[in-house]
């Protein structure tokens, strides 16, 4: 019986539609299904344990997919580009979520991400369009380079009191985010970290904050109303 499947094994077979992952395999390793862009079920079993690099990349016929509890590690880019996806349930046991993990799931209208998920890598929700909002677990600290843009239908997200710095085009072009509230533990905004957000009508930046960068807010056309802290001691131009 099969016991491993080698890293690029079905990349480009553009013609399954459906694959049955037998019991024992422990890892879907990178790029595995990459491209496999008519491949619209695939069940997995409950002995994987890690989902590689890649590894459903550009599969852009696959609709839904369950994750089994059993799964601790899910690899960078491992659904990019799964413009199908609707809902995705990550287990419990996920501790990261790497870069361009989800980006480009178009059609991503759900995502559960579990309390454990400390670290939520760059673009990691990168043009997933139809999202319209999303919760993000205490222990992450950071919101990283690009994680939400292009979130068109964002209209909420929860920032935790732990995050300290809102990186570089985290939220541009989230043009449906209404409100967002900043908490008073970051100190750090980047540069178009909220631009083209044209929904938004009022933001209080917290108070620890030292500089408003480049672009941060620009194209914000709706926004009223901006607080300031006595922390900021220079506005970018």
């Known amino acids: 019986s099969v016991t491993e499947i080698g890293e690029y094994a079905f990349s480009g077979c553009s013609s399954i539609t459906n694959i049955d992952i037998p019991e024992g395999i422990t890892e879907i390793r990178n790029y595995v299904f990459y491209n496999c862009d008519s491949l619209a079920s695939v069940s997995i079993p409950e002995s994987i344990t890690l989902i590689g690099k890649g590894a459903f990349a550009d599969c852009s016929s696959l609709a839904s997919i369950i994750i089994p509890e059993s799964v601790t590690q899910i690899g960078a880019l491992a659904f990019d580009g799964c413009s199908s996806l609707t809902s995705v349930e990550i287990p419990k046991g996920?501790?990261?979520?790497?870069?361009?993990?989800f980006s480009r799931c178009s059609s991503l209208t759900s995502i559960v991400i579990p309390k454990g998920v400390t670290s939520i890598g760059e673009?990691?929700?990168?043009?997933c369009s139809s999202l319209?909002?999303?919760?993000?677990?205490?222990?992450?600290?950071?919101?990283?380079?690009?994680?939400?843009?292009?979130?068109s239908s964002l209209i909420s997200v929860e920032i935790p009191k732990g995050?300290?710095?809102i990186g570089e085009y985290a939220f541009e072009y989230c043009s449906s985010l209404v409100s967002v509230t900043i908490p008073e533990g970051v100190t750090s905004i980047g540069d178009f970290a909220?631009?083209?957000?044209?929904?938004?009508?009022s933001i209080e930046?917290?108070?620890?904050?030292?500089?408003?960068?480049?672009?941060?807010?620009?194209?914000?056309?709706?926004?009223?109303?901006?607080?300031?802290?006595?922390?900021?001691?220079?506005?970018?131009?």
């Open 194 to 201: 909220f631009e083209n957000c044209i929904g938004i009508e």
């Open 163 to 165: 995050v300290t710095s």
């Open 205 to 237: 930046i917290p108070n620890g904050v030292t500089i408003v960068p480049w672009y941060s807010f620009s194209g914000c056309t709706n926004l009223t109303n901006v607080s300031l802290p006595d922390s900021v001691t220079s506005i970018n131009d």
């Open 94 to 101: 996920v501790t990261e979520i790497g870069y361009n993990t």
């Open 132 to 151: 319209s909002n999303i919760s993000i677990p205490q222990g992450v600290t950071e919101i990283r380079y690009n994680t939400f843009a292009g979130c």
């Open 123 to 127: 673009s990691a929700f990168e043009g």
